[in-house]
T-cell receptor, first 109, second 114 residues
Framework: QQQVKQSPQSLIVQKGGISIINCAYE??????FPWYQQFPGKGPALLIA?????SEKKEGRFTISFNKSAKQFSLHIMDSQPGDSATYFC????????FGGGTRLMVKP | NAGVTQTPKFRILKIGQSMTLQCAQD?????MYWYRQDPGMGLKLIYY???????DKGEVPNGYNVSRSTTEDFPLRLELAAPSQTSVYFC?????????????FGPGTRLTVT
């Protein structure tokens, strides 16, 4: 199975709050787990990525937490800002990238 | 560098018409991809190419064709357009090497088939 399940589909967070987006995967052969950020009218762009031999990766306000035994990983956005309002996609890499369904995040001022 | 460019930005097709979506990259990337994006469905891989002259099917190839005669260009052909092909199409490219799998996406083409 190549599926990647992402939740929630949409998320509203107050400015300064923590945004959390979750993904679950089935294929244990995935060797790379990126998160892409997409603003309206634009193509997705790589935000942050993690390898399965690492449990956490942090870049600025963005953190990936990875649980290999549960086959789950999540994106945490600390101190969320209105400029973070976008759609976020998780993915897993086997032969190619398999994307989750996306989460539309709105950060209210 | 312009990165990945796509034309047109928008297009409306009638059922049964054909068209070609253009994609070009100037980063000398070996891999190129075509995805379609439908609401709530994420990005689905249509076709990909690992280099000039080499293409392969992705998850949803039916109704589409591709070719790759140069490193830079990767056009997507729709034959006999159907309403189910209404979507936003993204082209992407990458220079695949161990540990670096980042894909660079174009701005997309919004296609409506009526």
């Amino acid at each position: 199975q190549q599926q990647v399940k992402q939740s929630p589909q949409s998320l509203i967070v107050q400015k300064g709050g923590i945004s959390i987006i979750n993904c679950a995967y089935e294929n244990t052969a995935f060797d790379y787990f990126p998160w892409y950020q997409q603003f309206p009218g634009k193509g997705p762009a790589l935000l942050i990525a993690i390898r399965p031999d690492v449990s956490e990766k942090k870049e600025g306000r963005f953190t990936i937490s990875f649980n290999k035994s549960a086959k789950q990983f999540s994106l945490h956005i600390m101190d969320s800002q209105p400029g973070d309002s976008a759609t976020y996609f998780c993915a897993g890499r086997g032969n190619m990238l398999t994307f989750g369904g996306g989460t539309r995040l709105m950060v209210k001022p | 560098n312009a990165g990945v460019t796509q034309t047109p930005k928008f297009r409306i097709l009638k059922i049964g018409q054909s068209m070609t979506l253009q994609c070009a990259q100037d980063m000398n990337h070996n891999y190129m991809y075509w995805y379609r994006q439908d609401p709530g469905m994420g990005l689905k891989l249509i076709y990909y190419s690992v280099g000039a002259g080499i293409t392969d099917k992705g998850e949803v190839p039916n109704g589409y064709n591709v070719s790759r005669s140069t490193t830079e260009d990767f056009p997507l052909r729709l034959e006999l357009a159907a309403p189910s092909q209404t979507s936003v199409y993204f082209c992407a490219s990458s220079y695949l090497r161990v540990g670096n799998y980042e894909q660079y996406f174009g701005p997309g083409t919004r296609l409506t088939v009526t």
